[in-house]
């Protein structure tokens, strides 16, 4: 079996569905899959360093986010989920979600509705999703996933379908993705 076959059978394990959120290459040799919560200190320390990987990496790294929102701590996180998907649907999802990050202690229901403003969305639009809950059923579907595919705690990362089981810092994620490439570029596991 060769590097990809072996690369690709890993990431059955998590496929990739249509209605994922998904920015960086298609053909990337790298796809990182976060589980997060916008009200998650974890998840922002992963936020800022996802960010300068994909700068590092470009277009050889593909970034997947799915939501899972843990309420029982985190009793903004569900609701702020859905405002990134309410973004979503009108073409802003990643713009909210990095409006969300790097602003956590601000998520109530008039924070979302300024960040809606700001990134010019149709306000009502946006307010009347959030009211009537357009989009719970999508981030509780991601949270399923989560549970599904081992998630206990945010943020939830794995890299070619293989969950990263250390922390989230810059320099931690960068050598996991980094023996990650090793490994599939020798054909053989690194270690």
Request: glycine residues 6%; negative net charge; hydrophobic residues 35%.
């Amino acid at each position: 079996m060769s590097a990809n076959e072996s690369s690709d059978s890993l990431l059955d394990l998590l496929p990739l569905r249509p209605d994922d959120h998904v920015r960086g290459g298609e053909n990337a040799e790298i796809t990182l899959v976060e589980f997060g919560d916008y009200e998650c200190p974890g998840c922002a320390e992963a936020y800022v360093a996802i960010k300068k990987i994909e700068s590092d990496m470009g277009d050889n790294l593909r970034f997947v986010f799915r939501h899972f929102p843990y309420s029982r701590l985190h009793p903004h996180a569900e609701l702020a989920a859905q405002a990134a998907e309410a973004a979503g649907a009108q073409g802003k999802f990643w713009e909210m979600h990095d409006a969300l990050f790097e602003n956590q202690e601000a998520l109530e229901l008039d924070d979302l509705i300024a960040r809606a403003k700001k990134l010019d969305l149709d306000v009502e639009e946006f307010r009347e999703a959030l009211k009537n809950e357009t989009y719970l059923d999508r981030v509780r579907t991601d949270f399923r996933s989560g549970v599904q595919n081992g998630v206990f705690s945010t943020p939830g990362i794995f890299i070619n379908g293989i969950r990263h089981n250390d922390n989230a810092d810059y320099d931690t994620l960068h050598e996991a993705i980094q023996n990650t490439l090793k490994e599939l570029r020798s054909g053989k596991p690194v270690g």
